[in-house]
């Protein structure tokens, strides 16, 4: 069973700084996968922040990308999200998610609907 430990949410004035942290336990294909950060604002569809793959590739959404930086411990399974200068439309419920990197196409490491292992999510929010 994959199991997920998010931590690091909270109230943050807006350009201020955050950073979220998951240690994932379980996965069994550890070689071949890919960690990121997902979000998902009330009323709003769910959609990828950022995500990294085991060999240090990243992938950044146009709306974070400059201000948010993924990192990863390979070592630990860990995954973090570095967020910086937040703005209130960052408020979200941010969600680990870990995958197989051989079972997603190039160009769809952003897509929600490629992910399997979702974490139960931590809350955002950025006060203005």
């Known amino acids: 069973e994959v199991q997920f430990v998010e931590s690091g949410g909270g109230l943050v004035q807006a350009g201020g700084s955050l950073t979220l942290s998951c240690v994932v336990s379980g996965f069994p294909f550890d070689d071949e996968a890919i960690l990121g950060w997902f979000r998902q604002a009330p009323g709003k569809e769910r959609e990828g922040v950022a995500t990294?793959?085991?060999?240090?590739?990243?992938y950044y959404s146009d709306s974070v990308k400059g201000r948010f930086t993924i990192s990863s411990d390979n070592a630990k399974n860990l995954v973090s999200l570095k967020m910086n200068s937040v703005k209130p439309e960052d408020t979200a419920v941010y969600y680990c998610?870990?995958?197989?990197?051989?079972?997603?196409?190039?160009?769809?490491?952003?897509?929600?609907?490629?992910?399997?292992?979702w974490g139960q999510g931590t809350q955002v929010t950025v006060s203005s």
């Open positions: 998610v870990i995958d197989r990197i051989d079972t997603i196409l190039g160009g769809r490491e952003l897509l929600p609907a490629e992910y399997r292992y």
């Open positions: 990294i793959s085991r060999d240090g590739t990243t």
